[in-house]
């Protein structure tokens, strides 16, 4: 989307009031949605920011039940919606429609693991056939398994419930298809669809609120002075990589990494040599454990 410095300045400079608390946004697209504290949803136009509808979620007790947290499924083009009860919907982007909600599952008197969050779901993020969860009173982040035919299915399965946090984290940021990444005042932690098992541990003054990626690079909430590896390019992981040893295997590794285009922010990733193993099978095991050492010292020296 491209648009004139006129029009950006003309879009700053406006003011919506609405008569409720604005309690979450998701960016869809060329829409933006907000949910309100009175348990609606507005979506406008990303480009103008005229409203063009307003709903509330289907399931929901009025006055009651209200919108803490959201998250878009750009392959799907579906947004997932979390509330105060701990419950988990997923909506049709285009129609608003339902299409699948936790509230309808069966037995939620007798089973309160249904509800899938303890407490109010404060964090979203969406991956390639999961969608990932934290509530607000511990810091799990719970991993559900979104099947193709997920709208007629009965239940979504719980996959893995990661803890990397001492509490709830504030921001989930999925990364790639297969990776999230998590903060809180603790830090900030990475993990990989399917394994409860953290990949990296990242702790460092100042982290701690929302995290947003653009394009290649990781935005995050914090108090930093210092260029970090997360803003490291593709040639840049390139050349770290090449700068480990003078033989030719260096070299190789360095295309290789390159090749599957790492940049800095998923090179923190590697900081398990057995990750690397296994998206690298043609790396030495001993070679893999040197690099997963220097990207902890590098990221110790950029932060």
Not at 69 to 96: C, E
Not at 127 to 148: F, T
Request: proline share 1%.
């Amino acid at each position: 989307m491209s648009m004139s410095s006129a029009s950006y300045d003309e879009l700053l400079g406006r003011r919506y009031n609405v008569k409720a608390t604005v309690q979450s946004v998701c960016f869809v697209g060329d829409h933006f949605w907000s949910s309100l504290h009175d348990g609606k949803v507005i979506i406008r136009d990303f480009r103008t920011g005229l409203q063009l509808a307003m709903f509330e979620p289907e399931g929901r007790e009025k006055g009651i039940t209200l919108v803490t947290a959201m998250g878009y499924d750009s392959k799907n083009n579906r947004v997932w919606i979390g509330s105060n009860d701990g419950f988990l919907s997923a909506h049709d982007a285009s129609t608003v429609r339902t299409d699948h909600s936790t509230a309808t599952y069966q037995g939620l008197i007798f089973r309160s693991e249904h509800r899938q969050m303890n407490g109010a779901v404060c964090c979203i993020a969406c991956g390639k056939g999961v969608v990932w969860s934290s509530g607000m009173r511990d810091g799990k982040i719970i991993e559900h398994k979104v099947p193709e035919d997920f709208k007629s299915c009965k239940n979504i399965e719980i996959t893995a419930t990661l803890i990397g946090h001492q509490r709830p984290p504030k921001g989930l940021l999925s990364t790639s298809d297969r990776r999230l990444w998590s903060t809180w005042e603790d830090g900030v932690r990475v993990f990989k669809a399917g394994n409860e098992k953290c990949l990296a541990k990242i702790n460092f003054e100042g982290a701690g609120e929302r995290m947003l990626q653009v394009g290649t690079m990781l935005w995050q909430g914090g108090d930093h002075k210092k260029i970090s590896m997360k803003e490291w390019d593709i040639e840049r992981v390139s050349s770290f990589i090449k700068s480990m040893g003078k033989d030719m295997i260096w070299s190789t590794y360095a295309d290789m990494f390159k090749k599957a285009k790492i940049n800095g922010t998923m090179l923190l990733e590697y900081q398990d040599k057995d990750e690397i193993l296994d998206d690298f099978k043609e790396i030495d095991r001993i070679h893999a454990k040197f690099i997963s050492k220097a990207i902890l010292k590098a990221w110790n020296s950029t932060n």
